[in-house]
């Protein structure tokens, strides 16, 4: 059986300690941090604390964690993501990166997640992609220290788009170990050439971390399970037969109007499509 999580990103109405008990009490297996400001800002004085006693109720709830690190305006109150790799105060990027690096350690995180980044109108290809080298491998050094894997997420619109892009960096770094793979199932549909189970069975060897969300072909849209337009018990069979041990985590950011709502039927849906694989087989 796959392991379900559910993204801190669609309970942004909700305290953090709130969020990780509706979330196990809905019977999750886990639970997709993202560092926000009102959820374990990594900036925020009392972090320390706040860590711990975010780690001792995972521990009480039984909630594993993948850390991910796609808050909106945490960087910069004027500017979306901003900045990115790309940027050139990409420094204070990378800086909040290896401080979710430190964060996912104490909590025992099984990946940290990032991504690249919109390229700026007036940074060029040729400078995008050794900004985005350069500042992952620091990302990198600081994992590796601590042993805590990094997934980056192709992300449609960023400099690195498709898992086409992924193979690309993973290349240009010289395919470090620590560097897997975090895979959005509803950016499968979204732009991969492949129907999403091929996209799936052929990076099985790379994912660290799964999100799981339907989408439409060419709408980047994070939509509930059904309003879409992909068939999930092939998905998940392709996981499962991949070997994927770790979560797979709802991915919905813009729910969060009506999460526990959302949360349950999200998990029904998940349960009802991996028992039509189950009848199958």
Same mark, same amino acid.
């Given at each position: ?12 109405? *909700? ?15 886990? &639970? ?15 972090? %320390? ?56 350690? !104490? ?15 007036? &940074? ?5 992609w050794p900004r985005?080298? !350069? ?28 898992v086409a892009d ?20 509803? *950016? ?10 091929? &996209?799936?069975?052929?990076? %099985? ?31 998940? $069979? ?10 797979? $985590? ?6 969060? *109007? ?14 009802? %499509?991996? $028992? ?6």
């Open positions: 059986m796959l392991r379900y999580g559910y993204g801190t990103n669609g309970f942004a109405n *909700h305290r953090l300690p709130d969020a990780l008990r509706v979330i196990a009490d809905l019977g999750y297996s886990g &639970v997709a941090l993202t560092l926000d400001h009102d959820h374990l800002d990594p900036f925020a004085p009392g972090l %320390a604390r706040e860590v711990a006693q975010t780690g001792d109720l995972l521990r009480e709830t039984g909630l594993a964690v993948v850390i991910e690190t796609g808050a909106r305006y945490l960087l910069d109150p004027w500017r979306k993501h901003a900045p990115t790799f790309l940027h050139e105060e990409r420094a204070r990027r990378v800086d909040f990166l290896r401080r979710a690096v430190a964060i996912g350690a !104490d909590l025992g995180a099984e990946a940290v997640s990032c991504w690249a980044g919109v390229r700026p109108p007036d &940074v060029p290809p040729e400078t995008a985005l080298i !350069d500042g992952l491998a620091e990302v990198l050094a600081a994992a590796e220290r601590v042993g805590v894997p990094i997934g980056f997420e192709p992300e449609p619109g960023m400099l690195v788009a498709d992924w193979h690309r960096l993973r290349a240009a770094l010289g395919e470090p170990p620590g560097l897997g793979l975090t895979l959005d199932i509803g *950016h499968c549909r979204c732009l991969e050439p492949l129907d999403v189970p091929q &996209v799936v069975a052929a990076v %099985a060897p790379y994912l660290v971390n799964v999100q799981i969300d339907d989408m439409r072909r060419h709408v980047h849209e994070h939509l509930e399970f059904g309003d879409g337009e992909i068939d999930f018990p092939p998905v998940l $069979a392709a996981l499962a037969d991949g070997g994927y041990r770790g979560l797979v $985590a709802v991915e919905l950011p813009r729910h969060s *109007h009506a999460a526990p709502d959302v949360a349950r039927r999200s998990l029904e849906f998940l349960k009802a %499509a991996e $028992a039509r694989v189950e009848i199958a087989a």
